[in-house]
């Protein structure tokens, strides 16, 4: 395939991988959220407040997301804008992006909305011709209504 119909074609596989996983979170369909990840997949996490973790592996990334947005009767993940790039290091199976994020939220028996404001560091492989996530950082940015800012190192 010709080099620039080929960053295309990877460059729309991966912005759909980033829906199927705001879909996926927003549905609370915790197997098709797996099923983006590589089994090797860790998620290092952030919070900005909070001790940060790593969690490894889709199973605990997914148990873990799951018990933390249980509490809400409105959820919805919400990309803001994302910047991918193809090929770091010129490895063709490889890619990475910033995805900035939101998550709309609303917790059961409130009338409350909040909002989470984030950024994932993400690395992607491509494995038997599809992309899944192979790495992923998130990094709080922001909280509201509680007006938390947590800074942003570029």
């Known amino acids: 395939m010709d080099p620039e119909l080929q960053a295309t074609v990877d460059h729309v596989a991966l912005s759909r991988l980033q829906a199927a996983y705001a879909d996926g979170v927003t549905r609370r369909d915790w197997p098709a959220v797996g099923a983006l990840f590589l089994p090797g997949a860790s998620v290092e996490l952030d919070l ?3 001790p940060g973790r790593t969690l490894r ?3 605990e990334l997914v148990a873990f997301v799951g ?11 919400v990309i803001l804008n994302a910047h ?3 090929a770091p290091a010129g490895d063709v199976d490889a890619a ?3 995805l900035w994020m939101c998550e709309l939220r609303q917790e059961a028996g409130s009338t ?3 909002e989470a404001f984030g950024v994932y560091l993400d690395d992607y492989r491509r494995v038997d011709g599809a ?3 192979a790495g992923r950082r998130y990094r709080s940015l922001a909280r509201h209504p509680e007006g938390a800012v947590f800074p942003f190192d570029r």
């Open 57 to 59: 592996g889709p199973d």
């Open 48 to 50: 900005g407040d909070r």
């Open 112 to 114: 409350e909305r909040s």
């Open 131 to 133: 992309w899944r996530i």
């Open 84 to 86: 991918i790039e193809l």
């Open 96 to 98: 990475s992006a910033r």
């Open 67 to 77: 018990a933390a947005i249980a509490r809400f009767a409105f959820f919805e993940f």
